[in-house]
């Protein structure tokens, strides 16, 4: 058996595990071997998410994984607490990020696409990528393709360490599409050809015509997707589509939408131009990711519809890409203040990731991609934006959404996924940029790093 195939095989065997794992009712917290105690946070200004100023002089019980108390002054610490005096600094919710590929950024497309590539390498720099993730502070994310659904199994039992992890599975493209990542040589499956490497390490599915769509989609539902990604439109790093086109008929569109619709969630599609998006919306999808080059009237069509926009603060930078790859770089990065702009302007639902893929040394900079986004929201704007309305996308997925519980925000009933920042991040956004300024990250109910004496 080929590395790949190995490896297309055990992400079949993770899959086949969930079904029975009580993924799609979803575990509200982390299973554990032995209870967390209670923690009281003393002495700490609130961001709840929700408000754009804080609470100050706050105290913050957490018990069970969940906020049960936040009052202000003091609450009586319960019998075996730990007490976490903040000194005056900022708790807030832990960061979001909305738009992730765990997989495909702990490795590179060579590494990925090499028939040689130990499957066992590949998924441990997958999971290490998921620990250091959560010591930047980011608590949970939406994964919007690829084979995570073990690290998410292992990460819920306790297993391993990382965020809490909204899995879409395989990328579903048609053939030529963004997510066809084939070698030039390589015969469509219908023409003779064999399962692209992609496709047996479950990154994506190359799906054409309504029946291959509504297969791929419910193979990624039965699998345990929260919800599910197709790719619309032309793509950056992708070999063999412009910007400029469009991708998916309506009539497969609206097969994946109905597919989708029947299990309870939503499609969000990869999208950048006015046509793609515009026939997106036509077949009912609930989310747009991207969107560098939308028009006025598209941003306006998003409003009224009450889409959300999973945005990013796009740069020009790829070192490594090609000619052809580094213009379309250029395009979507020209755009990228339109559409945040835009977006403000006609009130869409705007959500934020980081979208960092392929290039495993630039996970380090998903944090200041968070910074970023001052340049459209005032300090406090942005970190509800990271938080609070981030949260509000992932509850998009209903029933299917395997954290059921409120996430997001600082209040009780909460899960206690909670950040103790050294300064205020409301008026000093560039505090979120830097890890180190988080002396506590805590994750349902559980103190992953603590620098506070």
């Known amino acids: 058996m080929t590395a790949a195939l190995a490896l297309g095989a055990s992400f079949v065997t993770a899959c086949a595990a969930d079904l029975g794992s009580g993924r799609s009712a979803?575990?509200?917290?982390?299973?554990?071997?032995?209870?967390?105690?209670?923690?009281?946070?003393?002495?700490?200004?609130?961001?709840?998410?929700?408000?754009?100023?804080?609470?100050?002089?706050?105290?913050?019980?957490?018990?069970?994984?969940?906020?049960?108390?936040?009052?202000?002054?003091?609450?009586?610490?319960?019998?075996?607490?730990?007490?976490?005096?903040?000194?005056?600094?900022?708790?807030?919710?832990?960061?979001?990020?909305?738009?992730?590929?765990?997989?495909?950024?702990?490795?590179?497309?060579?590494?990925?696409?090499?028939?040689?590539?130990?499957p066992d390498e590949l998924t441990a720099r997958a999971r290490d990528e998921a620990h250091r993730m959560l010591l930047r502070g980011f608590t949970s994310v939406r994964d919007m393709g690829g084979p995570v659904f073990g690290i998410k199994r292992a990460i819920d039992s306790g297993d391993a360490i990382g965020p809490r992890i909204y899995p879409s599975g395989a990328m579903i493209s048609q053939t030529s599409g963004h997510g066809d990542f084939r070698a030039p040589d390589d015969k469509a499956r219908r023409f003779g050809g064999q399962p692209s490497v992609g496709e047996r390490l479950g990154i994506g599915f190359i799906a054409d015509g309504r029946d291959d769509v509504l297969t791929a989609v419910r193979e990624n539902l039965r699998a345990g997707a929260s919800q599910i990604k197709l790719m619309a439109g032309g793509g950056v790093v992708s070999a063999y589509d412009p910007l400029d086109v469009t991708q998916y008929t309506l009539e497969e569109l609206t097969a994946a939408v109905e597919a989708t619709t029947d299990w309870n969630t939503y499609v969000a599609v990869h999208a950048y131009t006015p046509k793609a998006v515009r026939r997106s919306v036509q077949a009912g999808v609930a989310c747009i990711?991207?969107?560098?080059?939308?028009?006025?009237?598209?941003?306006?069509?998003?409003?009224?519809?009450?889409?959300?926009?999973?945005?990013?603060?796009?740069?020009?930078?790829?070192?490594?890409?090609?000619?052809?790859?580094?213009?379309?770089?250029?395009?979507?990065?020209?755009?990228?203040?339109?559409?945040?702009?835009?977006?403000?302007?006609?009130?869409?639902?705007?959500?934020?990731?980081?979208?960092?893929?392929?290039?495993?040394?630039?996970?380090?900079?998903?944090?200041?991609?968070?910074?970023?986004?001052?340049?459209?929201?005032?300090?406090?704007?942005?970190?509800?934006?990271?938080?609070?309305?981030?949260?509000?996308?992932?509850?998009?997925?209903?029933?299917?959404?395997?954290?059921?519980?409120?996430?997001?925000?600082?209040?009780?009933?909460?899960y206690a996924d909670l950040l103790l920042v050294d300064g205020d991040p409301t008026t000093n956004l560039a505090l979120i940029g830097n890890p180190d300024n988080f002396r506590v990250i805590m994750k349902d109910g559980q103190v992953f790093k603590n620098t506070v004496t």
Do not use: C
Request: aromatic content about 6%; overall charge negative; cysteine-free.
């Open 26 to 118: 979803g575990k509200p917290r982390s299973a554990r071997a032995t209870p967390v105690p209670p923690v009281l946070f003393t002495n700490v200004n609130v961001f709840t998410g929700n408000s754009l100023s804080l609470d100050r002089g706050m105290s913050v019980l957490v018990k069970d994984g969940l906020i049960a108390e936040v009052r202000s002054g003091n609450i009586g610490a319960p019998a075996g607490a730990i007490t976490l005096d903040g000194g005056g600094r900022t708790l807030m919710p832990g960061l979001i990020d909305n738009h992730v590929h765990l997989f495909l950024s702990a490795s590179t497309l060579n590494q990925l696409m090499d028939p040689g590539s130990d």
């Open 289 to 414: 990711e991207h969107g560098q080059l939308l028009d006025e009237p598209t941003m306006q069509l998003l409003a009224d519809k009450g889409i959300w926009l999973s945005l990013q603060a796009f740069d020009d930078a790829l070192p490594d890409g090609d000619e052809f790859k580094k213009a379309k770089m250029r395009m979507v990065a020209e755009g990228t203040d339109n559409a945040f702009r835009w977006a403000r302007k006609y009130g869409v639902k705007v959500a934020f990731g980081t979208d960092i893929l392929l290039e495993p040394e630039q996970t380090v900079t998903q944090n200041s991609h968070f910074t970023k986004l001052n340049k459209w929201f005032t300090d406090a704007e942005a970190l509800r934006v990271a938080t609070h309305d981030n949260a509000q996308l992932l509850a998009l997925s209903g029933p299917r959404n395997p954290y059921p519980g409120k996430l997001g925000v600082v209040e009780p009933g909460a």
